[in-house]
């Protein structure tokens, strides 16, 4: 979670030092795309959920392979709808904020220096996103 958290920091402080109207669709796209996430995510845990209890209710199959199954993915479903669809809120209200103290600073900088920033910014976030989608993997054996 710590390498996804320096991930949007770093892209973050590489969109602000890049350009400000590029920082402007940065933080438009993660308001949007953030909601629709959130939105995704609570559905998904709350139809996980709803998928379990009719199961056990009203198809009366606790004990087979499909109670099995339904009782897997409410496993899945209920951090999605408890805790992941609900911490997307400060996560963009923290990108925002910190974005636009940012990119205040940003636009004080020399054009060149405020460039050459945004590129060491962003190969910072490509490593942590690096990090926490392939080099954290369970090495098969």
């Known amino acids: 979670m ?7 920091f770093f892209s973050t402080l590489a969109f602000a030092c ?9 933080l438009i796209s993660i308001a949007i795309f953030g909601l629709y996430q959130a939105i995704f995510m609570a559905n998904a845990g709350g139809a996980w959920d709803n998928a379990k209890k009719i199961v056990e209710t009203e198809l009366n199959m606790k004990g087979t392979a499909l109670h099995d199954a ?3 993915g409410d496993t899945v479903g209920d951090p999605f709808k408890d805790t992941s669809s609900v911490a997307m809120n400060p996560i963009i209200k923290f990108t925002t ?6 990119v205040e600073l940003a636009i004080t900088l020399d054009p060149g220096l405020s460039h050459f920033l945004a590129a060491v910014f962003f190969l910072a976030s490509t490593v942590f996103v690096y990090r926490s989608f392939y080099a ?6």
Request: with cysteine; net charge positive.
């Open 2 to 8: 710590f390498n996804i958290f320096l991930g949007v």
């Open 18 to 26: 890049l350009n400000h109207y590029y920082f402007i669709g940065y």
């Open 70 to 72: 339904c009782v897997v």
């Open 97 to 102: 904020l910190f974005g636009l103290l940012a």
């Open 136 to 141: 954290m993997r369970i090495k098969s054996e």
